[in-house]
Nanobody, 126 residues
Framework: QLQLVESGGGLVQPGGSLRLSCAAS????????IGWFRHAPGKEREGVSC????????YYADSVRGRFTISRESAQNMVYLEMNNLKPEDTAVYYC???????????????????WGQGTQVTVSS
């Protein structure tokens, strides 16, 4: 069974940076595409960024493109989300999700997720 654990959230000032980590475990964790999703109060869940199982394909939502970078260390089954130039509207609970899918854009936009982590809070405020 695939399990996901997020870490790295916290409170940061506007313009600051954070790095989120998602640790995946399970027999076939390295085959799964992994994505970062966020859910803010009063807003719909948003697919922020997704990366393929091999790490060669990525997708970014328009709202974060150019500021966020997703990466993957397959040997350790870790996926990271480097978030720079954070804005108050980035405040949300961030979740990582996994799915056995090759189309990362579909994973992020539909979304297509079979397993979810427990979430980590990111607050951007002065």
């Amino acid at each position: 069974q695939l399990q996901l654990v997020e870490s790295g959230g916290g409170l940061v000032q506007p313009g600051g940076s954070l790095r989120l980590s998602c640790a995946a475990s399970g027999l076939t964790a390295h085959y799964y595409a992994i994505g970062w999703f966020r859910h803010a109060p009063g807003k719909e869940r948003e697919g922020v960024s997704c990366i393929s199982g091999e790490g060669d394909k990525t997708y970014y939502a328009d709202s974060v493109r150019g500021r966020f970078t997703i990466s993957r260390e397959s040997a350790q089954n870790m996926v990271y989300l480097e978030m720079n130039n954070l804005k108050p509207e980035d405040t949300a609970v961030y979740y990582c999700g996994a799915e056995d899918v090759s189309t990362v854009q579909a994973m992020c936009t539909i979304p297509l997720v079979a397993s979810w982590g427990q979430g980590t809070q990111v607050t951007v405020s002065s």
